[in-house]
């Protein structure tokens, strides 16, 4: 994948041509219509996955507009993109190992593709923004040759030193040619909470066709849009993810570059995914499967075939905030002392479009050791190990990675020998004591 901006024009020809797209169109993603409607707007906030130090208190940081989009012709939900994804993802926070939840999901789904289609010691498996391994590394145990493609080099060196073969390059086309021309095609070509965060979305797509062996698998997992709409799930919005899919949609923008969905999963993982599975157009060899058929039925029921389908969204989020605010100010009016848990890229989200600070969230704390001692974006609200929780006793814990929530409260479940308790603020504000 090639970020737009990184094309070969010189800097003042870049800059030129980004501000006369600016002052007058707005193309979609996909297909290229102007983009006119608004999904729902919260506001300016800052790169959710930039954590600043200390050294970088007094520095500015760069607020960019959280504004949502729906195509009116192809229904893709999607931001405009404000900063080259080389920016955004060169230096990458997010490290999947972190989660223990997560990296049980990553080898049920390893083991059910080895059984599936079937995978053996001759197959090739490529993994499209694949982290610090937290997923090859199950192929790798189970002798099955395996490629990651990884832009962020830092995340990419722990892959690496795991034993997982990783390139530290950007997806697209042009690359997938160079493996093409190496004969380096993939019996399976996967590609796990990547798509909402392709800038150009049609280089990628073709990318991925490219890469696929004749008879080859690709799967996407992707969080699903009519979930997201159904559970509130507002503060999975954030910059670094560009576009929002229905199973429509991307059903759509496959079929744009030659490939066919055969079948789909519905993943109770990132607060509600899906898995789809496609092939090329021209593969004979699988059949669709009724729960195709199935789910666009279910979004057209919810009315997501339509424009109108996506107006109400906005409302709801507003509520969200205004209950938890309502919660946490009444909270602090009465003494109590409330801290965080988990310093996600949807916290960062939420926190802004609350407008919450660390008046009313003293600080977070996170188990991954890269944002310890580190402070959310924009608010500066410190990050500490989670053993701060123990020292401090608060009175209320609230849950920022909400989809972890279980296994969270299961962990910190001493809170409550001193009366403290969890606040989940998504789908709607609930209190577990
Ligand atoms: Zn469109």
Redesign the pocket.
């Known amino acids: 994948m090639k970020p737009i901006n990184s094309m070969s024009l010189t800097l003042s020809d870049s800059i030129a041509t980004r501000k006369a797209v600016h002052a007058v169109q707005k193309p979609?993603?996909?297909?290229?219509?102007q983009?006119n409607r608004t999904f729902v707007d919260l506001g300016m906030s800052p790169l959710c996955e930039t954590y600043p130090g200390p050294q970088d208190l007094n520095r500015m940081e760069p607020y960019y507009p959280l504004h949502v989009y729906v195509?009116?012709?192809?229904?893709?939900v999607q931001l405009e993109q404000y900063e080259s994804a080389e920016h955004i993802f060169s230096d990458y926070a997010y490290f999947s190992s972190y989660s223990d939840s997560w990296l049980r999901h990553a080898r049920n789904y390893c083991e059910q593709m080895i059984e599936r289609l079937p995978l053996g010691p001759d197959s090739f498996a490529v993994e499209v923004a694949s982290n610090d391994g937290y997923l090859l590394q199950y192929f790798v145990e189970r002798g099955i040759p395996a490629l990651g493609i990884e832009p962020a080099a830092n995340v990419a060196k722990v892959a690496v030193e795991k034993g997982v073969p990783t390139l530290i390059r950007f997806f697209g086309a042009d690359l997938a040619r160079d493996l093409a021309a190496q004969g380096r095609c993939a019996d399976l070509v996967l590609g796990n909470n990547v798509l909402a965060q392709v800038p150009d979305l049609n280089d990628f797509v073709e990318g991925l066709q490219i890469l696929l062996k004749p008879t080859g698998v690709l799967t996407l997992e992707f969080p699903h849009l009519l979930r997201l709409i159904e559970r509130n799930e507002f503060d999975t919005i954030y910059h670094e993810h560009f576009s929002y899919f229905s199973f429509l949609t991307v059903t759509r923008i496959l079929e744009a570059h030659g490939l066919k969905v055969f079948d789909v999963e519905e993943l109770a993982t990132h607060g509600g995914s899906l898995r789809v599975y496609a092939c090329r157009a021209e593969d004979r060899s699988k059949s669709v499967q009724p729960k195709v058929e199935a789910l666009y039925r279910q979004e057209a029921a919810a009315g997501q075939d339509q424009v109108a389908g996506y107006q109400s969204f906005a409302k709801q989020v507003r509520q969200t905030k205004w209950d938890l605010l309502d919660f946490l100010i009444a909270a602090r009016r009465e003494g109590k002392s409330v801290a965080g848990y988990g310093a996600p890229g949807k916290g960062t989200t939420l926190l802004h479009y609350c407008g919450i600070g660390r008046d009313l969230v003293e600080y977070t704390v996170d188990r991954s050791p890269y944002k310890q001692g580190r402070f959310m974006p924009g608010n500066h609200i410190p990050i500490y190990h989670p053993d701060r929780i123990q020292e401090t006793r608060p009175d209320y814990v609230l849950i920022l990675p909400w989809n972890l929530k279980d296994e969270i409260m299961e962990q910190m479940g001493f809170i409550r020998e001193w009366g403290g308790r969890f606040i989940v603020p998504i789908p709607e504000l609930t209190i577990y004591s």
């Open positions: 979609c993603r996909f297909c290229g219509h983009l195509c009116e012709q192809c229904l893709l």
